[in-house]
């Protein structure tokens, strides 16, 4: 089953798990707004689902997720300041949407976890990985900040982990990624679903009302609070270094394919930061 735009398919392999697959293969599933909006309102309307009791979240294709998609990225390029933040908040928004999901939620990763993309995983409950899975936490190559997953990445992975990642923006793989405290569980690619769906079994045997309880008490005793301010906060500050000159200058040089202004005479690697439409 998928949604009207196919963004988003739903297969039930098992009574009470579904699967949410993120259906935009052909450019690494990269995040654009419909596909931030549809991942927002089926998170939700699972939310409320009596057939769902375990929520998988996968990727069709090549890659988990890819991050922003490249033509979005141009897109936001001439935005305003309010048109950033109002943009921002829809990225927090689904964000929130899994951090306050009531039931187990499992991301099943592969490929290309980039960006957005590890802020998405970084929010749900149990992360399996497959052996050859890359990680990064792009942003500051770009000349921009991971400011809107920032609170969910630092509260899986810990502030020792989030500085060198933060700072270095540098692909890691997914044994680095278990040590940093963000992947539960390295398995080889082949069994990544397998390992998935036995997880959600485990989680079958479990009352789904003291689940939804033990998942609020953590959410008030630990990681990210729910509140509004932080939102706000984490909007207003992507906002305004995407429109600042840095970020500005580091957007229009990877779109250009040239090294930002700050490299110091050399290229950056093109494949280190994957996007959307260019990625193979």
């Known amino acids: 089953m998928s949604d009207s735009n196919n963004l988003i398919e739903l297969t039930h392999p098992k009574k009470g798990i579904t699967i949410m697959w993120l259906n935009r293969p052909h450019v690494h599933n990269a995040f654009d707004p419909e596909l931030i909006s549809a991942v927002t309102s089926t998170v939700r309307k699972q939310a409320r689902d009596p057939n769902t009791r375990v929520l998988i979240i996968a990727g069709r294709g090549p890659s988990f997720c890819s991050g922003a998609d490249l033509n979005y990225m141009k897109s936001m390029v001439n935005f305003t300041l309010d048109e950033n933040v109002e943009d921002a908040h829809k990225l927090a928004a689904m964000l929130q949407a899994l951090h306050t999901f009531p039931k187990p939620l499992i991301s099943a990763v592969h490929g290309n976890v980039y960006a957005g993309a590890l802020g998405m995983v970084a929010a749900t409950d149990i992360i399996i990985a497959a052996e050859d899975t890359r990680f990064c936490i792009s942003e500051v190559r770009l000349g921009l900040v991971p400011a809107v997953i920032a609170p969910y990445v ?54 789904p009302h003291a689940i939804a309880t033990a998942k609020t008490l953590m959410r008030e005793l630990l990681g990210v609070a729910d509140k509004s301010v932080m939102t706000q906060y984490t909007c207003e500050i992507i906002s305004r270094v995407r429109t600042g000159a840095e970020a500005q200058a580091g957007l229009q040089a990877f779109f250009d394919k040239q090294p930002a202004p700050w490299v110091p005479g050399e290229e950056v690697p093109s494949e280190e930061i994957p996007d959307g439409d260019d990625a193979s």
């Open 154 to 207: 630092i509260a899986r992975m810990g502030a020792h982990y989030a500085r060198r990642y933060f700072l270095t923006a540098e692909v890691f793989d997914a044994a680095a990624a278990q040590e940093a405290r963000l992947v539960h569980q390295c398995v080889p690619a082949d069994a990544l679903m397998d390992s998935a769906l036995a997880m959600a079994d485990r989680l079958l045997h479990n009352g």
